[in-house]
Nanobody
Framework: QVQLVESGGGLVQPGGSLRLVCTAS????????MGWYRQAPGKQRELVAV???????NYVDSVKGRFTISMDSAKNTVYLQMNSLRPEDTAVYYC???????????WGRGTQVTVSS
C-alpha cells in the first residue's frame, strides 16, 4: 500500500504560479508512475500530467506549455510546476501513483487550487 501526501495548493491570481508536491510512503519499492489528476465541481476527474520512473511524461492538452511535471525517484516525490494559471485550472488536484502498469491506483487526499482575481 502506498500513501500519498500532497502540498502546495492555494489561491492565486490569473497568470500566477504554484508548485504542487506529493511524497509517497509505505510500499514505495519500484513505483512505476506518479502523477496528478484534477476534479472541478460538477466535472469528472481528469488526468493532468503523469511521469514514469524512466522520465516519460504525458500532459492533458490544456496544460501543455504551462505545467511541468518532474519526479525525484530517490525521494519518491513528484512535483507539478504550474505557470500562467487560468481560472479554468481551478480544481482539487489529486496525486496518483502506480507500482506497475497493472497495479491499482493509489490516491492522495487532494489539494485545492483556486485561480481567481
Amino acid at each position: 500500500q502506498v500513501q500519498l501526501v500532497e502540498s502546495g495548493g492555494g489561491l492565486v491570481q490569473p497568470g500566477g504560479s504554484l508548485r504542487l508536491v506529493c511524497t509517497a510512503s509505505g510500499s514505495t519499492f519500484s513505483i512505476w508512475r506518479m502523477g496528478w489528476y484534477r476534479q472541478a465541481p460538477g466535472k469528472q476527474r481528469e488526468l493532468v500530467a503523469v511521469i514514469t520512473s524512466g522520465g516519460s511524461s504525458n500532459y492533458v492538452d490544456s496544460v501543455k506549455g504551462r505545467f511541468t511535471i518532474s519526479m525525484d525517484s530517490a525521494k519518491n516525490t513528484v512535483y507539478l510546476q504550474m505557470n500562467s494559471l487560468r481560472p479554468e485550472d481551478t480544481a482539487v488536484y489529486y496525486c496518483n501513483a502506480k507500482r506497475t502498469s497493472s497495479s491499482p491506483n493509489s490516491w492522495g487526499r487532494g489539494t485545492q487550487v483556486t485561480v481567481s482575481s
